[in-house]
């Protein structure tokens, strides 16, 4: 399957900051990517769907000018968390879409904002 | 909307105990399943997959599964559990086919297998 890698692996930022997190497929071009977030003990909660080259498409409730999105490339999409609050401390999981449904996961980031 | 519901939480099986998982989806169409494994500090990994075709499936490391559309489950099975199994596992389902590769993923169950 596709190897998919995230970086950083862990970030610690402050309160009102923004923190930028990457989502590489090193040996698969990804037209498409999906970023999930997971919190302690509860299961993957999908955000978004970022499609390579147009804008991303956002789950209900999620806030789009707040998690920003971009994927310039068939290799590489990035999740920006905007003015982060303690509240977005979390771990992010990108995954590209493989054959026949297939998603490849990345080995998350996890957030820590304080 | 499509929704997953695995049953338990946290099961504690001793090595080689038969373990069998259990997981029911919501949707109303054609479904494709899965189920995804995260080992300790691992990225989740693909188990097993159901499109089409005979109920059920094989995948790695001795796993299999089930589907049976009248009870909407897809349970995981295996006969014979290792220590190596333990890890977290999740069902996950994608409704509808066509462009639609989003996957809802039932809340996980925690195995944990004592040697």
């Known amino acids: 399957g596709a190897v998919v890698s995230q970086h950083p692996s862990w970030v610690i930022c402050k309160s009102g900051t923004s923190v930028k997190i990457e989502c590489r497929s090193l040996?698969?071009?990804?037209?498409?990517m999906f970023w999930y977030r997971q919190f302690p003990k509860q299961s993957l909660m999908l955000m978004a769907t970022?499609?390579?080259?147009?804008?991303?498409?956002?789950e209900q409730g999620v806030e789009k000018d707040k998690f920003l999105i971009n994927h310039a490339s068939l290799t590489l999409s990035t999740l920006t968390v905007t003015s982060a609050h303690p509240e977005d401390s979390s771990f992010y999981i990108c995954?590209?879409?493989?054959?026949?449904?297939?998603?490849?996961f990345g080995p998350g980031t996890r957030l820590t904002v304080t | 909307a499509q929704s997953v519901s695995q049953h338990n939480h946290h099961v504690i099986l001793s090595e080689a105990a038969s373990l069998e998982l259990g997981c029911n989806y919501s949707y109303g169409g054609t479904v494709n399943l899965f189920w995804y494994v995260q080992y300790p500090g691992q990225h989740l990994q693909l188990l097993l997959k159901y499109f089409s075709g005979d109920p059920l499936v094989k995948g790695i490391k001795g796993f299999e599964a089930e589907f049976i559309k009248s009870k909407f489950s897809f349970n995981l099975r295996k006969p014979s559990v290792q220590w190596s199994d333990t890890a977290e596992y999740f069902c996950?389902?994608?409704?509808?086919?066509?462009?639609?590769?989003?996957?809802?993923f039932g809340k996980g169950t925690l195995l944990t297998v004592n040697p």
């Open positions: 996950a389902v994608n409704g509808g086919g066509g462009s639609n590769y989003k996957l809802t």
């Open positions: 040996d698969f071009q990804a037209t498409t």
């Open positions: 970022s499609n390579e080259g147009s804008k991303a498409t956002y």
């Open positions: 995954s590209t879409v493989g054959f026949g449904y297939e998603q490849y």
